[in-house]
């Protein structure tokens, strides 16, 4: 996450290092804060610059780009986690019901709908002011098929698992890198989420954990999943899992998926044919620490 | 017995008591958002939902604490509360699954499945933990020009040992122990409060016909 918000400074700033830095340390002092607002979860800030829109959480800890748009071109990805999640799409790359937890600005469900326009797409958000922004400044459409429901991920997961219904791709982007919701951790939320994934669906989740919260994840993750892809790119801070019920596929079907999808993400700035090779089921973590479970779930505690 | 105890032995253990009731209300309250946040979830109603039903039965328990004190006062009561509450917490640990299932299933709003299973859940117990505190002020009182002090030192533990279980069990006890074992922990609190109190009056009464 730090990671990323360096580089997506980078990439708007060719200044040397010290001025770098110290645009780190002063919060938009290029970039105009257009819309302020406070909800009961958080400050929101929506800051633009030249043609960069950036979405802040809870500025006070110094910035914190939870998502940003070029208004230019609204397609592409500019975060590196944004652009990893579509690394799900290689291990099912035709979804057709899509359930995603955590709006942000609205860009990946947006870029789904858009590469997706049949699919079925529900989308979590606890905070009903996060849809007001994405809809106001972040250009978050819905349609017909397309619902956001303000709603804890894990109750509405729970009765979609009580009333049968199934999704084929689904993304956990609940977490934001300053709080970490701890019931959406535990084993007993997995077995939920389990419930609801069709045979072939795939589960994305970017969870932004680090040190000891990020071995207690991937042990849970493997109790309830097994063999997973823990998916990591170079420059970029945070992981993304990518779980599935039946056996993963092989390199060669995540190749060859890879090939099919490249040109529809382009748009989206998503170097997909680099993605199969950085799949790996290999465990990073230390595997002797405990399962997190509705009793014992510190996330917070744990970073 | 019908006079209140003037025993100092059996004041400290009432005051040691009341520390460990504050204690135990705040820490059962800080882990009730993790026992509800798998049906309800971490919304900010579910703590609405939490404390409006903690300070309910709290208020009630006052009420009816300081009622039961003006009718014979005796530490064989005042313990029997803490027996009681040791008792309607252990609910908590075993029923609060299917509890919050049947009531996931029956009301769809998170707000008011959230209320619905707290008042299940914490109602009874921490009403009778609510009832403590004009009791033992109650039992504490030798006269009434002592009574603003001793109301005074009554809130003062009370309250010191719901910050400090709010701290504890926030901090450090959900890193270590599993909410059940912690709750475990408190029972076993109650419990010790309950039987401590029993002997010092037994001891204390043996003394007195001496």
Redesign the interface.
Known sequence: MKADRLNARMGMLTLPGLLLLASLFSAGVKAEVIHEERS??RNIIVTQEGDRRCLIFNAVRGERNQTCIALNDPQEMLFHYTRMSMAGLLVNPNPQSILIAGLGGGTIPTALRELYPEAAIDVLE?DQAVVNVAREYFQYVEDDDLHTHV?????FI??AG?EGRKYDFIMLDAFTGEYI???LL?Q??LEEVMQIMTPDAVLVANTFSTSNLYSHESVTYRAVFGEFFNFKMPGSGNRVIIAQQRPLPNMGQLKQNANALQATLRPYGVPILEFPNRLTTRADWDESLRVL??????GN??R | MSAPVKNALMNKVIVCAAFINGFAIMAIELLGG?VL????????YVWGSIITIFMLSLSLGYLWGGRLSSRNPNPRTFALFFFLSALLSLPIIFFADPIMTEV??AI?D?RYGSLVSAVLLYFLPICLMGMVSPYSIRLLVSSEEHSGRMAGLLYFVSTLGSALGTLMTS?YF??W????QIMWGIVAGLLCSGITILIVHRVSSRQAAE
């Open positions: 009961v979860y606890i709603v804890d991920a894990r109750v729970k009765r009580l919701p701890e019931h535990t007993e939320f479970t509705d009793q014992f779930s510190p505690l744990l | 993790r946040s798998p049906y309800f979830g971490t919304s900010v996931f299933l769809e998170p901090f959900v890193l122990f599993e909410i059940n």
